[in-house]
């Protein structure tokens, strides 16, 4: 590693073969050590620990070189991983004549920016150019300060794991202390505090929050919470991928778009380790490389969007259509995008909500995988997501043990999931099977099971629980406003029948309800909100894109 530099950007090489690793570090140096730091790696999983290390130190990565053959993670997979990492990062594949045509496959699979045979020499015509050319694209394109967030907190303190995970959503560095650590109390006391109010959060700047909302963190970090205009021709409620189609359609034909997003793009999409049948992707992506993609498309076309804002209230004056937020802030549009998705529903169960956040989690959280290796671990629920969640954490995981009610995983999980799985040895599924309490003094430490044919009950050690369970919908706030089912899902278009009561007996136009139109003209839903929707990826994005053409047309004969 290069030392005296002054420069924190970093160009990274990952090679398994020693001899090549130095070589290729070494050239680098010659060329760049005065620049940038140069680090190396020998695997793939050294190399995406490095990579953690030093975005969590607020530095920034510019360039990955990774070599194909590696044993354990190859090198178009070790990238696929460093992008929910380093989302910016110029990546360059390093390969033999023979492997050029997984090179190419690798452009689509992790936006791979180069691919580079070996070997390379002279470097300074087959090496330099290419470094040359994509550190000046990093630098001009993507560069940003390196900027560092601490954060103070207890380990097993709820508040303190969501603002970590708000944090790692939003693709913002920051650096954890515990507060019963020497640093973490020097931070503390640093803040004024004696550590009973956590967590303690302090920007790059120094500003110090402490038992800080997201509304508050998002202010502080950098991320962009208020409109720029107070009216615009469709404002979408929600960032998942139904939302973020929306926005980049929206934005792309032309119409002034607001996206609002209450936590963190991406959904419970975003929060999958691998979509394996999402059109175009054979070999699969994560939903934050799905959402951050789109998230890049639909700034490029001009869209807002806007984090941390929840919304709380829907008013329809004449033909504006006004949203209302729980600042007491609202937004006026000639058109909404209902598009909040579902949350997880809430696992009825003794102590399971006085352990949430101290063990026990709702979905796959991406501050506490880290924390699950070589332990055992335990997930509820029978549809993708957990199925998803199952196969990433048992990379690291001794044990994961998937506890679902059906008698099998067919109903609810698709069929390459469930093949996938009969294949890990360390993933066990338990079938007719239930969580029904939960135990732990600071934090989960045993489970109780119970078998649900049977009737005899089991008590597990085990500190880390995550729930993938039912679907609820976030449309308590349009209450009274739109027709929803007794589920709360919106109903829409076609399924707008005389069931829905006096909504429709005060539809105000002649022409029928469009497709993905609710019961109030000019407010569109799309994705899991949808009464009757398909729950997968690719149908919330269709439906995203659908609501924008219907936008069109409500506008054209408005």
């Not at 109010?197 to 508050?216: F, K, M, V």
């Not at 979905?363 to 199952?390: K, P, R, W």
Request: glycine residues 8%; hydrophobic residues 40%.
């Amino acid at each position: 590693m290069a030392t005296g530099v002054p420069s924190r950007n970093v160009i990274m090489t990952v090679d398994d073969d020693p001899d090549v690793s130095r070589a290729v570090a070494r050239d680098l140096r010659r060329r760049y050590g005065d620049r940038y730091r140069v680090l190396r790696a020998e695997s793939g999983i050294q190399g995406l620990g490095a990579l953690r290390e030093t975005v969590m130190r607020g530095d920034s990565v510019a360039v990955i070189i990774a070599d194909h053959r590696m044993p354990e993670m190859n090198g178009i997979e070790f990238l696929e991983q460093a992008m929910d990492i380093c989302p910016e990062a110029r990546r360059v594949l390093l390969t033999a004549y023979a492997d050029t045509s997984a090179a190419i496959d690798a452009i689509n699979v992790v936006d791979l920016d180069y691919y580079l045979l070996k070997p390379w020499d002279p470097p300074e015509e087959k090496l330099y150019p290419v470094i040359d050319t994509l550190l000046e694209a990093w630098s001009a394109a993507h560069h940003k300060p390196a900027k560092t967030t601490k954060i103070v907190g207890h380990r097993w303190s709820a508040r303190s794991s969501e603002v970590r995970e708000f944090l790692a959503r939003n693709q913002v560095p920051y650096l954890w202390h515990q507060v019963d650590e020497a640093e973490g109390r020097k931070l503390a006391r640093a803040a004024g505090t004696d550590g009973t109010r956590l967590p303690i959060l302090i920007t790059a700047d120094g500003d110090t929050l402490i038992e800080p909302s997201d509304a508050e963190i998002a202010d502080r970090v950098g991320l962009t919470t208020t409109p720029s205009s107070a009216f615009y021709d469709v404002v979408i409620i929600g960032g998942g991928p139904a939302g973020l189609a929306a926005a980049v359609y929206g934005a792309s034909e032309g119409l002034r778009t607001v996206m609002v997003e209450r936590t963190a793009l991406g959904g419970q999409a975003g929060q999958s380790s691998r979509i394996e049948n999402y059109l175009g992707f054979p070999d699969g992506l994560s939903g934050g490389q799905l959402a951050d993609r789109a998230r890049r498309q639909a700034a490029k076309f001009g869209a807002e969007l806007l984090s941390a804002r929840e919304a709380v209230g829907l008013e329809v004056k004449s033909t504006a259509r006004t949203v209302r937020f729980t600042d007491g802030t609202s937004i006026d549009a000639h058109t909404v995008v209902l598009a909040t998705g579902v949350s997880y529903r809430e696992l009825a169960a003794t102590g399971i909500s006085e352990l949430t956040g101290r063990g026990i989690y709702y979905g796959s959280t991406l501050t506490e995988a880290v924390n699950c290796a070589d332990q055992d671990v335990y997930m509820v629920g029978g549809a993708n997501s957990v199925g998803q969640s199952a196969l990433y954490f048992a990379r690291s995981a001794r044990t994961v043990t998937i506890v679902v009610r059906a008698d099998s995983l067919t109903a609810s999980m698709s069929y390459y999931l469930i093949q996938q799985i009969a294949r890990v040895p360390n993933i066990i599924v338990r079938t007719n099977c239930e969580v029904v309490e939960a135990k732990g003094a600071d934090h989960l430490e045993q489970l109780t099971l119970v078998d649900n044919i049977t009737g005899i009950t089991e008590i597990v050690p085990a500190s880390w629980l995550f729930l993938f369970i039912g679907a609820v919908p976030r449309t308590d706030w349009l209450d009274g406003v739109v027709a929803r089912d007794e589920a709360g899902f919106v109903i829409a278009g076609p399924d707008l029948t005389a069931e829905a009561g006096a909504y429709l007996k005060h539809w105000p136009l002649q022409r029928a309800p469009y497709h993905l139109e609710s019961s109030v003209p000019g407010v569109f839903v799309a994705g899991d909100a949808r009464a009757a929707s398909g729950k997968r990826v690719a149908a919330a994005v269709g439906e995203g894109a659908m609501a924008i053409m219907l936008v069109h047309r409500y506008l054209e004969r408005t």
